[in-house]
């Protein structure tokens, strides 16, 4: 399917969002939709209690699976919420799947302070030096591979100005957020090597449904599994620290990888908490 095609699907169905009306778009026979984690009929949800959307508007596309993704806010009662989007759509034109991820700090267990969003031109722009469609989701799986009981092993490549922004804050060579979270002061890179997130216990039902091959990104889901049993660990460096992690809960996550010369240059991710071990509706 044409990205010009999926653009417009994608465009439909923001607008359908935003008059509350999902009778204006075309939706397969059975189409599934979900909501932070969880199957809803559509129309529920979201679709009766957006204002209007945001002003940050990310589009990508995937032309060989006929998928299309949409990073954003909305703006609802209370706040403007950080917003995912990936719609499956079938050869007709109808839409198959969708699948969002709605960041309401009012509601969530974990706050980032005076988030915003922005527009990232490495992330509208195409990969300078593309890799193939297999070796970008290596290396977004091997991120994730990183991150689980991280230990300073890197399982990836990435680019020595690599950044990640997390639910509207950039969580890297971020010195004001490092004030807050000290790790925030290093590249994406430093990060892991000083083995910051050993508290991350496990890297669960990841999927990369979305490869945009020619803006060479790749979305991905999963969830981040903490137990809360660990106490102390120590850093590369020898340092000693504490967990911030001590209670049992998971984040369900939706991350955008941006892959150019073999190398992870951008991150964009949302995520909310959920119960721990909640499983996927989507691993059907």
């Known amino acids: 399917m044409e990205r010009s095609a999926l653009y417009a699907v994608l465009?439909?169905?923001?607008?359908?969002?935003?008059?509350?009306?999902?009778?204006?778009?075309?939706?397969?026979?059975?189409?599934?939709t979900s909501e932070n984690n969880v199957m809803l009929a559509?129309?529920?949800?979201?679709?009766?209690?957006?204002?209007?959307?945001?002003?940050?508007?990310?589009?990508?596309a995937d032309t060989r699976t006929g998928q299309v993704g949409y990073f954003g806010t909305v703006i609802e009662p209370l706040e403007e919420s950080a917003f995912?989007?990936?719609?499956?759509?079938?050869?007709?034109?109808?839409?198959?799947?969708?699948?969002?991820?709605?960041?309401?700090?009012?509601?969530?267990g974990i706050k980032f302070e005076n988030p915003a969003y922005w527009d990232k031109p490495i992330l509208n722009a195409d990969a300078a030096a593309p890799v193939a469609r297999a070796e970008m989701v290596r290396l977004s799986n091997g991120y994730f591979d990183t991150l689980q009981l991280n230990d300073g092993t890197i399982h990836t490549r990435f680019h020595p100005d690599c950044?990640?922004?997390?639910?509207?804050v950039q969580t890297t060579n971020n010195p004001e957020?490092?004030?807050?979270?000290?790790?925030?002061?290093?590249?994406?890179?430093?990060q892991f090597r000083m083995g910051n997130y050993r508290y991350d216990d496990e890297l669960r039902a990841r999927r990369f449904p979305l490869v945009d091959e020619e803006r060479g990104l790749v979305l991905a889901f999963g969830f981040i599994d903490h137990s809360g049993r660990l106490d102390r660990y120590q850093l590369t460096d020898g340092r000693w620290v504490s967990s911030p992690v001590r209670r049992p809960h998971s984040f369900y996550i939706a991350e955008l990888f941006k892959i150019d010369h073999g190398m992870i240059c951008q991150i964009e991710a949302n995520f909310i908490t959920v119960p721990y071990r909640m499983p996927s509706p989507w691993d059907r």
Request: glycine share 12%.
């Open 11 to 32: 465009d439909g169905y923001l607008a359908a969002l935003t008059a509350r009306d999902p009778g204006m778009l075309s939706w397969a026979p059975g189409a599934h």
């Open 42 to 60: 559509v129309g529920d949800g979201l679709w009766g209690t957006i204002d209007r959307l945001g002003d940050y508007r990310l589009r990508f």
């Open 84 to 108: 995912t989007l990936r719609l499956q759509v079938n050869s007709a034109g109808e839409i198959c799947e969708a699948e969002t991820v709605v960041v309401r700090q009012s509601d969530s």
């Open 163 to 168: 950044n990640r922004v997390e639910n509207g």
């Open 177 to 190: 957020f490092g004030k807050i979270v000290p790790v925030s002061e290093l590249g994406c890179e430093a």
